[in-house]
């Protein structure tokens, strides 16, 4: 039984050991921004905020409202917590990233209102919005369980961001897990009722048997392990097994993740898993004994990879008998694929950009097309575009059709290769059909669109005078495939709805509708025959049957069969005689949850509440930029990370802003500058203007010769800066493409005597060109990136100007192996003062600040060459720390000095410097959280100059 251990009564130690935590964890960074000139609307309850943008549906804002307001009674009743503090949420309808998420500092939600486009992964038979409110909302709910006794100590100390490090005390698949069962409980739907959502899990324990609790989706001896997935079997077997209340509790009202995750009830944790596996893969076992499994023809592909997971996605047979798909894996990120099915022989056609995942990839003759995402340079992932490209497999030549800010979601060629019909989806929330020409992209075509109305994966009949569609009900969540008249935009129902069913992937051949349903518990491929409207079930698959097409010859049906190392293509003859008729056809749904609630809560959940039920209307307003410019969310101590300087070695006791719309970060607090000997009062104003990320930061310094703030005289040194930054990131292609332009001035000792006096100018610029990398890589296999760094400084003992100039470069080598060469140059004019050791400009094995020249050299040349390769895969969970995996870099730097004045000459050492050496970094992760990632690095080196050999530590995040 599940134990939790009563927290020590000496638990003084714990404070220090956690405000070293929310020093790491802290990060001063605007994000999630969105242009400053987007208007907003905003309605209120007394329970809840909700703004979106001004061209946003207000009915469907109104719907979440009220949505949420339901979810509020139901989860109060059966998790025992709900918000008592009225919660904001953001809506976004820039980005076709479909996603939500919950964050501190400040505490809100934003959602993504663009619906993900794999239904049978993720949305089922559930409304897209309703989805992220059930999900998002346990979320919320779940942290403010976790504001109790010792947490809510923390968060008066600190505010959002020491409560954020109090939810390390939590593992990550218990929060995701306990949220996939809402979802899944308070619907009709939900991920927990998708077979393809714990396919995976499924076939690792029926392959490889039940693995160790500290096996992660980072472990390469077996496919990946979601934490999202695993969080769900074992939230539902502790509730099983130990109800609902002491199961809530596992939510740590405790914020020390050293405590949580002692020996003890690590032990505990990692016992009651081994027993929830065991106990699903015995019904796993019953399920598949139990059923029919189809023969098939695995179709071979050569040569064969050591890679342990490799997928081929949507296959497209071409008219020459061979096979178009995407294929990617742990060592190959997507590319098309054309394979010969006779000799297996794959050859490389295309490596896309970004894939928009759909349900299946559409071709006819030569071409085929597909949707890439594509960034908007200045706002990165919070405003995307779907892109439609269009490829000919023949000349391997692709194009985009239409304009680069289009916002397509789903795309599918004609018969004959002239149109393309896709799915528009427009900044209200609404979505409607257009034909495109496949020549210019032009539009021929714009269905009127229907209210509360979603469509997926559109395709032309074969004569091209229908579409087939799937038409996903917004409110009720009902989802038809229907035969929509091009002409008269009149439609036929040919799949009705339900609610037990999820279908997806349609695909007409003949007078047969092909399609996968969930119907038997296992994502299958079935077939409707449209003369006599009699269902059957084509494929009897173990894991899952997906992307059913039909061979050029009509012969055989070729569809992807889902095995524990991947998507892999097989075929069956095309034999509708040989069909079994669904009524035939078992069930064998394992149904991972159950209702464990009294009839009271089970009238309370939203399966029972009609979503036709009259709803309340709120005043709806402009949302107020002026009233709304602050919100206080953390104090405390933090490193000092607003300021841009070149050297950031102080510790600020401060207090933090940021608005809603993350467009204003503020600060104000007190800097200890350790290494200077002064302390520092300043302000700090972080703010976006147009395209400009625009900081302003102003203070005044008090020297010191104690721990207190003593001034030896003189009037405090005042001091303000301001910086202005300009980030775009955008993706052209396959490459992400990342620009930064900064300037900075600084003017110091506004009020001050003379040697206080001075301003610095600094001008940072960044250029990346990276391409995607795969899992096992350790670097991109090509990046080329280019960094320039300009410093003006006028004043007593500085520089007046030097230059920073560096250049890196990475290629491929063999599979998961890379070779980084990088040259790094420092021109100083002036006095040096000690700015290379500031630096670290240096061959490794070289202390940067080298005795005796330092303060005379002018220029510094250091050329870098790696070589790094993979030694371990782990994937070990040691409670505390997660180990990912070992890997070596083998180095060769030089070095060159020169001092620029022909009567002091540098020692003959140091004129020509070189070091050579391995370095092993060992990767982890520090407790539960994903960006708590360390790098620990140790190696050994030889140098050009005595000592000739030593070593090498270091510590990097």
């Known amino acids: 039984m599940i134990q939790k251990a009563k927290p020590k009564k000496n638990t003084w130690y714990c404070i220090p050991i956690f405000c070293l935590l929310v020093l790491i964890l802290n990060t001063h960074k605007v994000y999630s921004q969105l242009p400053y000139n987007l208007q907003w609307k905003e309605l209120n309850n007394q329970h809840f905020k909700i703004v979106f943008p001004a061209d946003y549906s207000e009915e469907k804002s109104i719907r979440l409202l009220n949505m949420l307001e339901k979810l509020r009674g ?54 897209w919005m309703n989805l992220l409110a059930l999900h998002e909302y346990r979320h ?12 809510s100590f923390f968060y008066l100390l600190g505010g959002d961001n020491y409560l954020a490090a109090s939810t390390l005390a939590t593992p990550g698949w218990l929060f995701e897990g306990d949220a996939i069962l809402a979802e899944t409980l308070f619907s009709k739907g939900g991920r927990g009722r998708l077979p393809s959502f714990t396919m995976q899990h499924k076939a690792n324990l029926l392959e490889y048997g039940v693995y160790p609790y500290g096996t992660r989706s980072d472990k390469y001896i077996i496919p990946p392990v979601n ?16 109800g609902t209340a002491k199961t809530n509790r596992l939510f740590q009202p405790f914020a020390i993740p050293i405590y949580t995750f002692s020996s003890k009830n690590y032990k505990t944790f990692s016992d009651e898993y081994r027993l929830a596996m065991e106990y699903f893969r015995s019904q796993f076992v019953d399920q598949i004994n139990s059923i029919y499994i189809s023969p098939y023809k695995p179709i071979k592909v050569k040569p064969r990879t050591k890679d342990p997971i490799t997928h081929y996605k949507y296959p497209m047979p071409l008219p020459e008998g061979e096979i178009l798909a995407l294929k990617s894996g742990f060592e190959q990120i997507p590319v098309f694929v054309k394979i010969n099915p006779i000799n297996g022989k794959e050859q490389k056609i295309h490596v896309p950009g970004a894939v928009m995942e759909t349900e299946y990839i559409s071709h006819s003759g030569e071409q085929w097309v597909w949707i890439e995402h594509f960034l908007e340079g200045r706002w990165s992932q919070n405003i995307t575009y779907g892109n439609i490209k269009i490829g000919n497999w023949k000349t391997k030549k692709v194009r985009t059709i239409g304009p680069k800010g289009s916002r397509y979601a789903s795309a599918s060629l004609s018969k ?18 257009v034909i495109l020409s496949a020549k210019d992209g032009s539009v021929l075509k714009k269905f009127k669109p229907l209210s509360d109305v979603f469509y997926t994966t559109p395709s032309f009949t074969e004569e091209d005078s229908k579409i087939l569609v799937a038409k996903h009900q917004q409110i009720s969540g009902e989802r038809n495939i229907v035969l929509k008249d091009i002409d008269s935009e009149s439609e036929e129902i040919l799949l009705q709805h339900n609610d037990k069913e999820v279908v997806s992937q349609p695909y007409i051949y003949q007078a047969y509708l092909l399609y996968t349903s969930t119907y038997s518990g296992i994502d299958n491929i079935y077939a409707l025959d449209l003369n006599t409207m009699k269902k059957y079930q084509v494929v009897s698959a173990k894991y899952g049957a997906f992307n059913p097409q039909l061979s050029s010859d009509g012969q055989n049906l070729i569809y992807t069969d889902f095995q524990v190392n991947g998507h892999k293509l097989v075929s069956i003859p095309f034999k509708p005689r040989s069909w079994r008729a669904l009524e035939k056809v078992p069930l064998n749904h394992v149904e991972i949850f159950e209702y464990q609630y009294e009839p009271k809560a089970d009238s309370l959940i939203l399966n029972n509440i009609s979503p036709r039920e009259q709803e309340t209307q709120y005043q709806i307003q402009p949302y107020s930029r002026k009233s709304n410019l602050f919100q206080v969310h953390s104090w405390g101590i933090y490193p000092a990370e607003l300021r841009p300087t070149l050297i950031n070695n102080s510790l600020s006791l401060a207090v933090q802003s940021s608005n809603l719309l993350q467009t204003t970060f503020a600060e104000t607090g007190v800097d200890t500058y350790r290494n200077q000997k002064y302390n520092l009062w300043d302000m700090g104003l972080y703010s976006q203007i147009i395209y400009t990320a625009f900081p302003v930061q102003m203070g005044a310094d008090l020297r010191y010769d104690s721990l207190l703030f ?28 990342s620009y930064i332009f900064s300037s900075y001035i600084q003017l110091a000792g506004l009020n001050a005597d003379a040697r206080y006096k001075g301003y610095r100018l600094f001008l940072p610029m960044a250029w990346s060109r990276s391409y995607p990398r795969a899992r096992r890589e350790i670097y991109p296999r090509w990046k080329q990136s280019l960094s320039l760094l300009h410093l003006l400084e006028e004043g007593q003992n500085r520089i007046p100007l030097s230059t920073l100039s560096t250049l890196e470069l990475y290629f491929p080598s063999l599979p998961t192996h890379s070779i980084h060469f990088s040259v790094e140059s420092l021109r100083l004019f002036g006095t040096n003062e000690g700015k290379f050791s500031a630096l670290g400009l240096a061959p490794q094995g070289f202390d940067s600040n080298i005795p005796g020249i330092n303060q005379e050299l002018s220029h510094r040349i250091v050329l870098r060459s790696n070589y790094s390769l993979p030694l371990l895969h782990m994937g070990w969970d040691a409670a505390i720390v997660y180990f990912q995996r070992l890997t070596a870099q083998m180095f060769f730097d030089y070095g060159w000095n020169d001092i620029g004045n022909d009567d002091i000459h540098i020692p003959s050492d140091y004129s020509r410097i070189f070091s050579t050496g391995v370095i092993f970094r060992l990767e982890t992760n520090l407790f539960s ?22 070593y090498l530590g270091y510590i990097a995040r």
């Open 929 to 950: 959280g994903p960006n708590l990632r360390f790098i620990y690095g140790l190696g050994l080196y030889y140098r050009s100059v005595r000592p000739h050999y030593g």
């Open 74 to 127: 139901s989860y109060a009743y059966i998790y025992g917590f709900s918000n008592t503090k009225k919660f904001p949420i953001l809506i976004n309808n820039r980005s076709l990233l479909s996603n939500a998420f919950v964050t501190l500092a400040p505490y809100r939600s934003e959602f993504i209102s663009f619906p993900f486009q794999g239904v049978l992964g993720l949305t089922g038979n559930v409304p």
């Open 416 to 433: 004959d290769g002239k149109k393309i019909v896709a799915v528009e989806a427009l900044l209200s929330g609404d979505y409607q059909l």
């Open 710 to 737: 003593h001034r030896r005289g003189g009037k405090p040194n005042l001091g303000v800066g301001i910086f202005a930054r300009v980030p775009l990131n955008y993706k052209h292609g396959r490459y992400l493409n």
């Open 227 to 242: 934490h999202y997935v695993r969080g769900y079997f074992l939230v539902n077997y502790l509730r099983k097994k130990f």
């Open 140 to 151: 919320v709910t779940q942290i403010n369980q976790l504001k109790e006794k010792w947490n």
